[in-house]
């Protein structure tokens, strides 16, 4: 399927996977880009020296275009801005702040930047700084969050930008996909779906939480320190929505947090761990090949869009 996004990044299918924190490495990253898609490697609080090794190790697996999602309140971002110069990467995602300072350093190498947004406001504001698309995420999406959903947020950007938008949030299937695509979306981005992947490296048990996940199984915290996160609830969540509720400050709070996400995806803790999954989780069932993935969801897609 050819779209505006796979002629711009240079890949078969309008599939992006999204830039997760300790999970987006490079096996997961480069078995989606010799599936069609466009892997990312996610940044995360890495340092940029672990950045380089991963994009080099990603390079020895493909030679087809991938990205990595840039944190930008990552203390070493300005370093890994220049890494990803130097090693060539293609495409680069950005969350949690405004790209604007690298953005003249990334064009002049050529590299095509899609930053995240959760807001009008914000995509017209990327658009102005001279991105290429805008990655409109729904509140449905795992991880940080905005208040939007994804049904409202698309379209809402497809009318206000000029540039081509990504949607993420709340997909995992062809019928998200065909949505998505019907809503203006030039391409879809997806997450907690690649998570259960075969060559992701999360721990087995992340695994299986998020494919025994019911339809009511995520919940979010954080949200009256305006840091809301969508995962799966355990232990931790209850916790934390306990001392949030009791008016415990941000500092107690993260505290409880601290290397969290960590423990679950390499330690494989799903009690007091962050188990960062969409509400899409209830829809996973099945561990498969980021190849078999995406033939599924384009198939399925396909039909229903009658292409």
Not at 132 to 143: K, M
Not at 254 to 261: D, F, K, P, Q, S
Request: hydrophobic share 45%; proline share 3%; aromatic share 4%.
């Amino acid at each position: 399927m050819k779209t505006i996004i796979t002629e711009l990044f240079g890949i078969d299918y309008p599939i992006i996977q999204g830039g997760m924190a300790w999970v987006a490495e490079y096996h997961l990253a480069a078995a989606v880009s010799e599936a069609g898609g466009l892997g990312i490697i996610g940044a995360g609080g890495a340092p940029a020296s672990f950045v380089r090794e991963q994009i080099q190790k990603t390079k020895e697996l493909t030679n087809k275009p991938f990205g990595v999602n840039v944190m930008l309140m990552n203390p070493e971002a300005d370093e890994i801005a220049k890494v990803i110069v130097e090693e060539g990467v293609q495409v680069v995602t950005t969350g949690a702040g405004n790209p604007g300072k690298y953005l003249a350093s990334w064009k002049e190498a050529g590299i095509k930047v899609a930053p995240v947004v959760a807001s009008v406001a914000l995509a017209k504001m990327m658009e102005r700084a001279g991105v290429d698309a805008v990655i409109a995420e729904g509140t449905e999406s795992g991880g940080h969050i905005g208040a939007a959903t994804t049904m409202t947020l698309v379209p809402q950007v497809v009318d206000a930008v000029n540039i081509p938008v990504i949607a993420a949030g709340g997909i995992a299937d062809g019928r998200g996909f065909a949505a998505a695509m019907m809503l203006g979306a030039e391409a879809v981005q997806m997450g907690t779906r690649f998570v259960v992947a075969k060559e992701s490296i999360v721990h087995e048990n992340y695994k299986k939480k998020i494919l025994a996940a019911k339809d009511i199984d995520s919940e979010v915290t954080g949200t009256t320190h305006g840091h809301p996160v969508r995962q799966i609830r355990n232990n931790m969540t209850r916790e934390y929505l306990k001392l949030e509720k009791a008016g415990a400050p941000f500092e107690e709070l993260e505290h409880l947090t601290l290397g969290a996400l960590r423990k679950a995806v390499v330690d494989g803790d799903t009690v007091n761990g962050t188990l960062m999954a969409g509400q899409i989780a209830g829809m996973i069932r099945e561990e498969m090949t980021c190849a078999e993935m995406i033939q599924e969801i384009m198939t399925q897609a396909e039909k229903l869009l009658k292409i």
